[in-house]
Nanobody, 126 residues
């Protein structure tokens, strides 16, 4: 089992920044990749980005590319999502997820993740 806890959400004005954290505990040695998703009210959960823990390589959704950055600190079992140039449409609950297997380029799918955090709210005011 892997437990994930997100933190760092809050209320920010458009153009501002936030840094979200996802702390993992439990059997973290088996985690291959950590993803970030978000879900706004009435919408499906949306892929934001993913980082592969061994290589540090990351992929992003087009909607956040150039504004959001995912990093990891393997020693702390923590992954970060830096959100810059925030827009009102970025308002959502942000979730981190852990994937135990190498799925190549399929990390945009929620189904490839094995564990999920409870989420943290990000609200961007205009």
């Amino acid at each position: 089992q892997v437990q994930l806890v997100e933190s760092g959400g809050g209320l920010v004005q458009a153009g501002g920044s936030l840094r979200l954290s996802c702390a993992a505990s439990g059997r973290t040695f088996g985690v291959y990749a950590m993803g970030w998703f978000r879900q706004a009210p009435g919408l499906e959960r949306e892929f934001v980005g993913v980082i592969r823990l061994s290589s540090g390589s990351a992929d992003y959704a087009d909607s956040v590319k150039g504004r959001f950055t995912i990093t990891r600190d393997n020693a702390k079992n923590t992954v970060y999502l830096q959100l810059n140039s925030l827009k009102p449409e970025d308002t959502a609950v942000y979730y981190c997820a852990a994937g135990l297997h190498n799925y190549g380029g399929l990390y945009f799918r929620t189904s490839v993740y094995d564990y999920w955090g409870q989420g943290t709210q990000v609200t961007v005011s205009s």
